[in-house]
């Protein structure tokens, strides 16, 4: 039998070159990861995943307890940041198969700004595009990135973030109110808005 934390291989490194835009979202430059992280952080390309299976649920992601922010807090499915060069089609596809194990279409819903600190260890400053999608395969998690993960339906998500704000990671409390306010995401019809 395979061991999973022999067979995950390290995908996300501090040195690695982020993508600096400005408030449009237009490309002014290039900083390490580690480096836009700290102080009061420097806005950078992100974008987090939201991938439902067919019955409508949410796969979520408690995030690694290795991870620098926000280590053991559940999350959407998958976030990150496209690195230097790389298209976001190109990015969204590779880290949801690195994190995840998973391939499927995903369709772009927003994007939003947000910025949120996680003293002392750093700071979130991301334009961050959201995408939703739907599959049916098994998550084959990479435990570098993921401690556990478990589908839950919209309307059980939206009692535990009421009840325990503080168990969820900031991107995915502002982009999952925005997905209930705005998107017609049919797992979503019976969910009551924030």
């Known amino acids: 039998m395979?061991?999973?934390?022999?067979?995950?291989p390290v995908v996300s490194r501090d040195d690695e070159q982020l993508i600096l835009v400005d408030s449009d979202d237009r490309e002014i430059g290039f900083l390490a990861k580690a480096d836009a992280h700290?102080?009061?952080g420097t806005l950078h390309r992100a974008f987090s995943l939201f991938v439902f299976n067919p019955a409508g649920e949410l796969l979520l992601q408690q995030r690694a307890n290795g991870k620098r922010l926000w280590p053991g807090y559940w999350s959407n499915t998958c976030?990150?940041?496209?690195r230097r060069g790389e298209t976001m089609d190109n990015a969204i596809h590779r880290r949801l198969?690195?994190?995840?194990g998973l391939r499927?279409?995903?369709?772009?819903?927003f994007k939003f700004r947000y910025r949120a600190q996680y003293d002392p260890q750093g700071v979130e400053h991301?334009?961050?595009?959201?995408?939703?999608g739907t599959s049916a395969e098994r998550p084959r998690p990479n435990v570098n990135e993921v401690a556990a993960w478990r589908y839950v339906t919209p309307q059980v998500l939206c009692s535990e973030v009421a009840r325990a704000p503080e168990t969820?990671?900031?991107?995915?409390k502002?982009?999952?109110?925005?997905?209930?306010r705005e998107h017609a995401v049919p797992a979503l019809a019976k969910a009551p808005a924030p």
Do not use: K
Not at 2 to 8: H, I, K, Q, V, Y
Not at 79 to 82: A, E, I, R
Not at 168 to 172: E, K, L, V
Not at 174 to 180: Q, S, V
């Open 104 to 109: 499927t279409e995903l369709e772009f819903l």
């Open 2 to 8: 395979a061991n999973p934390e022999l067979d995950s």
């Open 79 to 82: 976030c990150s940041h496209p």
């Open 174 to 180: 502002f982009a999952w109110a925005r997905i209930l």
């Open 126 to 132: 991301e334009l961050c595009w959201v995408f939703a």
């Open 97 to 100: 198969h690195e994190e995840l």
């Open 168 to 172: 969820f990671t900031p991107w995915f």
């Open 38 to 40: 700290s102080g009061v």
